[in-house]
């Protein structure tokens, strides 16, 4: 983190959804507890990593911060300016600055347009004139992501998933963003492609320095690409840490579950690490837990951890930056780190 | 790192005439490139049924459009009565003298019974007149039901719980029994007991009231495919650009939306042309001395027995005509939406 503003400041962020029901009259009987009470910032051209299983609310938190939804409270500054609840109006001059990736790539690109409408899009959104013409900027950066500028005239339907998350980078990059925000970019696609796409953006984020909010459930792409690593359960962040922090001396219980549950593909004679199972099944956001949210998994929870919320932070033994949510952190010696390759290759 | 080439990935394709293109073609350059719009052209060329039909409806439009240059070039105009004015046209019990309705060199279609009009420009005319009729109602209804339709899909909220219950309410009523027992309390408002109605109000009532009955179907039709459709990310990917909720509608939603508006509209021709003749054989539509589809096989309906070629002029034209454009509507939709096999 540096030490003037950082590029996105985000704290306390939560959005609750609410559950209408009842008749006659429909009226509010919950909510559900997508993201509650987040903190964490993101310096120019640093890229933070979001994990964390299905349901934990990465994915709302990526939309709050590009204010596709509106929080229920909290506070999202985004280089010092207060973006919380501003409106379509004000947050013009900063939209061109954060842009998204989505997950589906067959969903985020329109089928009735060209790829060329559909990258020089932003820019007549945002009245921006290239010099040399839209055009020539769009082939410009049909080029940037490794596609055939050719192809300027060819409809979406034309091209293969990995292309068309391509399109996507490109339609993000048109605005020369400051930061994106990369919904599980290489989810929906072919483990051999993911690699591919994986590291374009990270060719992306090293060439045009620009800062990445990487939303992803496969901790190997993340460990790739993120320099910063933060863990959510049940709309919570449990732990974030610099990358080799969190990846070598995990302190959470859950971030130790969940490195524990990756695959291993390397074959050697040290006997294989233990693989941590968690019971049961992640308890309804509707009506989350009290105290500690991990505690109805966590083998190690007590009657604190039910009374009192953990507060998220810099635990006994952790280096500065290395915040944790936990009474009973981890230590090294309870449970051998788990291993992981480190640069993942393409599979094939 | 190493820059993935994009040729590796190229041959996987989504839809079936992608794939085909990329057989017959494995590296096809940028002109090559074919928008939804041409594939489905080139899907509705291919579909023979398709084709015919459309051309028997451009031949029933361009025959509606031209009626006034037929009639001059054939000499007759549907008003006069020749029969009356003309004698041996007509027997002393009204019927033409000549077998057939009186068919003959000269009127091709035969003479009508009683007043001896012509039949073969009143039948024109009826054509252009009840065409008129239904494509006006028809542009009226498109129009009315994709902006209140997508507007409530869009909005959401309260919006569409209201548009959604005047749906609802339009949906319910029946219809037809309403135009019946309305149009004559509708024209007496603007009309008293001792005066004529003029053709142009009778139009302009039928036009309304089928028009106000119609957008409904269409209007919920749409609103449920804006709703899948707002869903999808390629419209959060312009809102994250900055793009105004009429950017959206217009530019995002819209061209995807022209499949289903383009079908509901062919289907919606041939439902009003025949709901129009219907309220004309009841009386309620247009009146007699107005050429009209409906109005001709009124005044069929009532000789048939004597004159049947009289009733099966209007009446066959107006099967073939409903029957081509209905296929054409189904051509239109296998075109425009190549997953509905049959």
Known sequence: MSSTTPLLDVSGLTKHFPIKGGFPIRRTVGHVQAVDGLDFQVGEGESLGLVGESGCGKSTTGRLITRLLEPTAGKISYQGKDITHANRKQLAPVRSEIQMIFQDPYASLNPRHTVGKIIAGPMEINDINPAGGREKRVRELLEIVGLNPEHYNRFPHEFSGGQRQRIGVARALALEPKLIVADEPVSALDVSIQAQVVNLLQKVQQELGIAFVFIAHDLAVVRHFSQRVAVMYLGKIVEIADRDDLYGNPRHPYTRALLSAVPEATVDETPARERIRLQGDVPSPINPPSGCRFRTRCWKATEKCATEAPPLVQVEGNKPGHLTACHYPETADTVPAPRLSKDPEPAV | ?342
Do not use: H
């Open chain 2, 1 to 342: 790192m190493t820059p993935p080439t994009p040729s590796a990935a190229a041959p996987l394709e989504v839809t079936d005439e992608s794939v085909e293109k990329s057989i017959t073609s494995p590296a096809p350059s940028a002109n090559e490139s074919k928008s939804p719009g041409q594939l489905a052209w080139r899907r509705f060329k291919r579909d023979r049924t398709g084709v015919a039909a459309a051309c028997i409806v451009i031949f029933f439009f361009v025959i509606a459009l031209c009626a006034p240059l037929i009639a001059k070039l054939y000499g007759k105009d549907p008003y006069t009565t020749y029969g009356l004015s003309t004698p041996g046209l007509l027997g002393d019990n009204g019927l033409p003298v000549k077998p057939n309705g009186g068919i003959d060199g000269e009127f091709w279609f035969g003479i009508e019974p009683g007043l001896g009009r012509d039949l073969f420009t009143f039948l024109l005319y009826g054509i252009r007149n009840s065409l008129l009729i239904a494509t006006a109602i028809t542009l009226l209804v498109v129009i009315i039901g994709v902006t209140l339709g997508v507007t409530a899909g869009y909005l959401g909220g309260k919006t569409d719980w209201l548009i959604g219950r005047v749906i609802d309410i339009l949906l319910a009523f029946p219809s037809q029994l309403f135009f019946v027992a309305f149009t004559p309390v509708v024209l007496a408002l603007f009309v008293g007991a001792d005066e004529n109605t003029p053709v142009w109000l009778t139009v302009v009532c039928l036009v309304g009231l089928l028009t106000v009955f119609g957008w409904a179907s269409i209007a919920r039709l749409l609103r449920g495919q804006v709703l899948a459709l707002r869903e999808r990310e390629f419209v959060e990917a312009a809102k994250v650009t900055g793009a105004s909720p009429a950017r959206i509608i217009f530019k995002e939603l819209l061209p995807n939306l022209w499949t289903p508006i383009l079908i509901q509209a062919t289907l919606s021709v041939p439902a009003m042309v025949t709901t129009e003749a219907g309220l004309a054989f009841l009386g309620v539509g247009i009146q007699d001395p107005t050429p009209d589809w409906g109005v001709m096989i009124g005044q069929a309906a009532q000789v048939y027995q004597d004159d049947i070629t009289f009733l099966l002029f209007p009446g066959v034209s107006m099967v073939i005509f409903v029957l081509a454009f209905n296929l054409l509507g189904d051509s239109v939709r296998d075109a425009l939406d190549p997953k509905t096999k049959r």
